[in-house]
């Protein structure tokens, strides 16, 4: 199974590829660590935008997108932009999205601390939220 972790924020979708065979996580080498939402305003931004996620998809033949779900009120509050991108790709034909709050990301972390860092995965430190949020997913699947 193939899983790609997403972490929205304002201005782009955050990405993290992996694979999860017979139980054996893998953290998979992909083109773009992240997707920019250029002209958030407009629906040919968000077109676009939705192009790229869907190329990205095919290419790798991803099963399931798993987004990192955002609050919709109070200080920690997602984005505009966040949300519109969240449509964009659950609105893809033939692509299952997930959401993952971040209250169970954490107690599944609590619960299966990982013994690697981001740099040891050759993931960045900002791609951190977009993989725990897969290997929360992937965890749930084993």
């Known amino acids: 199974m ?9 201005k782009e979708a955050v990405l993290c590829l992996m694979s999860l065979d ?6 998979k080498e992909c083109r773009t660590r992240g997707i920019e939402l250029r002209k958030g305003d407009s629906s040919e931004g968000i077109q676009a935008f ?22 919709t009120k109070g200080k920690f509050a997602g984005s505009a932009n966040s949300f519109k991108m969240e449509a964009a790709i659950q609105l893809l034909a033939d692509v299952k999205v997930e959401l993952i709050p971040n ?8 619960k299966n601390p990982l013994e690697y860092q981001m740099k040891d995965l050759e993931l960045r430190q ?17």
């Open 126 to 142: 900002f791609q951190e939220s977009a993989f725990n949020t897969a290997y929360c997913y992937a965890l749930r699947q084993v």
């Open 2 to 10: 193939n899983l790609l972790g997403v972490d929205l924020n304002n």
């Open 50 to 71: 939705q192009f790229q996620v869907k190329k990205l998809i095919e290419d790798y033949k991803i099963d399931t997108v798993v987004i990192k779900q955002r609050m």
């Open 103 to 110: 209250t169970e990301i954490k107690e599944t972390l609590k």
């Open 22 to 27: 017979n139980g054996l996580f893998n953290v």
